[in-house]
């Protein structure tokens, strides 16, 4: 019997080789907007149901299309009015059936990468060869879309199989959000490659905040910028990552939209923010701080009885 899953090593947040981020930031910022498309009818998975209710659940359905319709353009505009580039955790079936959303982020300079085919189909049960075909349908088709090569790995409503990570390693995928255990990247385990844990919150997700702490956009608000407030002081010492996963048929309502504009605009108004995507906070990671992690994560392994 495992006592965790055996993906990264424990590393005490005290004590770390310092991460220096670009011009001497102390926070490395980044906003994941989650363009996804949910079937109405998808294939059954024993160890999972796609939708609460009975087929067929259209108020569930609707609500989530809301976002694309809607709640998308309104999220959208908020962030270029704050400078915000997204890094889209992509269904990458939305690359066919909404293409101009695909489209409105490419013209923009967003980042895309891989949340799956559809957020309603699972990787639970799955045998290598079809998580290997997830994977290189995911490389090809958003390659197709927008031109970019796929850097990053968020698994279809977060679910995986023993072999995920060393698959995407294999594959040549930078980093994984896939894993909440720190506020700084940290190598991954993975049989051959290389492969970094990139941070990103379950806890000020707009999932989260609005569906199970039932957060008023006032309170999500200040959730997001109590966040930034510590991981900025932190950063002083050692770089530290900040992501805000948005739902745009959550945080694109009319009556949300805007506490989410105001909390960008204040972590925007700071000095030492980089304000970037999540390939290039890997891509700088990968080339400038994973040795460094990686030797003290060694050094540590070794020093124990």
Request: glycine share 8%; hydrophobic share 35%.
């Amino acid at each position: 019997m495992k006592s965790d899953p055996g993906l990264y090593d424990f590393w005490p947040y005290r004590g770390r080789p310092a991460i220096r981020w670009p011009n001497g930031a102390r926070i490395a910022f980044w906003v994941a907007p989650n363009i996804e498309y949910y079937e109405l009818d998808p294939p059954d998975n024993p160890q999972r149901k796609a939708w609460a209710r009975p087929f067929p659940d259209v108020q569930s359905y609707s609500h989530r299309d809301y976002g694309n319709r809607v709640g998308h353009y309104r999220m959208m505009d908020a962030m270029d009015r704050c400078g915000v580039r997204g890094s889209v955790s992509l269904s990458v079936a939305m690359c066919q059936h909404h293409p101009e959303l695909i489209r409105d982020g490419v013209e923009r300079g967003w980042e895309f990468f891989s949340h799956g085919i559809y957020n309603t189909r699972y990787s639970y049960g799955m045998d290598e060869a079809q998580e290997r075909a997830i994977i290189e349908d995911s490389i090809r088709t958003v390659r197709e879309a927008t031109g970019q090569t796929i850097a990053g790995w968020l698994a279809p409503a977060l679910t995986h199989t023993e072999r995920t990570m060393d698959l995407l390693a294999e594959y040549g995928i930078l980093y994984t959000c896939d894993l909440f255990q720190d506020d700084q990247p940290q190598p991954v385990k993975v049989a051959r490659g290389r492969l970094i844990s990139m941070p990103y919150s379950l806890e000020i997700n707009d999932v989260i905040a609005y569906n199970s702490y039932f957060a008023t956009p006032r309170a999500y608000g200040e959730m997001i910028c109590r966040q930034f407030d510590t991981l900025y002081a932190e950063g002083a010492e050692s770089g530290t990552v900040m992501c805000i996963p948005l739902h745009a048929y959550l945080v694109g309502h009319a009556h949300r939209v805007g506490a989410l504009e105001a909390a960008l605009r204040y972590i925007t108004g700071h000095e030492g923010v980089w304000v970037t995507t999540a390939r290039e906070i890997a891509e700088y990671y990968h080339a400038n701080c994973y040795d460094l992690v990686q030797a003290d994560l060694d050094r540590r392994a070794g020093a124990k009885p």
